[in-house]
């Protein structure tokens, strides 16, 4: 079974399905308003999960009530939280999602997810040491980030950096990452002034970049490779691409090759995108399983 070790961030997506986005300054009603479990870490953590592998999520969740749900969520579905840390006093990450227009937009407040700090890093160093990958996105504190990648390249650990929101990626952590998945808005902006080739060939079988509706590209063997997306019709996005990025490491530390990984990555991102939230649509092995048949 894939063990996989998850450094990031827990959230509650605080969501209100709307029939289209408001214009800045516009007052809507929105449809209806519901309260998910979410973050980019622990939705990539219960992807990784419902699809076979033994998860360890690591980071901090604040001791109110929506600490108490993700809680809930993440034992569930089986990963390991010994490694997250309740803080007392403090606040859970949200997030304040808008669903509408076949799209989302989010707000993201840190929160708890702010405190994640080397030490956390430190105290899961056992975990990381049994890892065949270790998954991290942006939600956590940069330093945490880079510390945690470091470490990993120390112990020969493989390392994908989902760099979600977008921020930069100094070259020296680019370097020591195996896999960095950008969606095409963020590599426009963490790549500037690269077209989509020059960025695939120039970090091939490293930059798997997600297109959405186009699919996935990557770089390899000097030519860019597209693997296509499967055609399904949305109700909720949030959540396909980390969806995809737990997908994809798991296949991935289960030793598929890279564009069937992508493949089998694809298929889960389409599968989720078909009901709400961000982790409601998350499917189990199986269910990838019968798509990809
Ligand atoms: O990628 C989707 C996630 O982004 C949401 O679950 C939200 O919590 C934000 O972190």
Sequence with gaps: MAKIVVIGSCNID????????????????????????????????????????????????????????????????NIDCSCLEILPGENTGTAHITVAEDDNTIYVIKAANDKVEPKHVDAAIEKIKAADLVMLQHEIPFATIHYAI??????????????APVAPVPAEVLEKVNYLTPNEHEAA????????????????????????SKGVAYGSNDKVVNVPAFKVKP???????????????????????????????????????????????????????????
């Design 14 to 77: 605080v969501t209100v399905e709307s029939d289209r986005f408001a214009h800045p300054g516009e007052t809507l009603f929105g449809k209806k308003l519901n309260l998910y479990p979410g973050g980019k870490g622990a939705n990539q953590a219960v992807a990784a999960a419902r699809l076979g592998a033994e998860v360890t999520m690591v980071g901090c969740i604040g001791d109110d009530m929506y600490g108490e749900m993700m809680l809930k969520t993440l034992k569930e579905n």
């Design 150 to 163: 470091a470490k990993c390249a120390e112990l020969n650990i493989p390392v994908l950096l989902n760099p």
């Design 189 to 212: 902006i963490l790549f500037a002034g690269k077209s989509t080739e020059e960025i695939l060939l120039a970090n091939q079988d490293k930059v798997i970049m997600t297109l959405g």
């Design 235 to 293: 109700l909720d996005t949030t959540g396909a691409g980390d969806t995809f990025n737990g997908a994809f490491a798991v296949a991935r530390a289960n030793g598929m090759e890279l564009a069937e990984a992508i493949r089998f990555g694809n298929a889960a991102a389409a599968l989720s995108v078909q009901r709400k939230g961000a982790q409601g649509g998350m499917p189990y092995l199986k269910e990838v399983q019968d798509m990809l048949k």
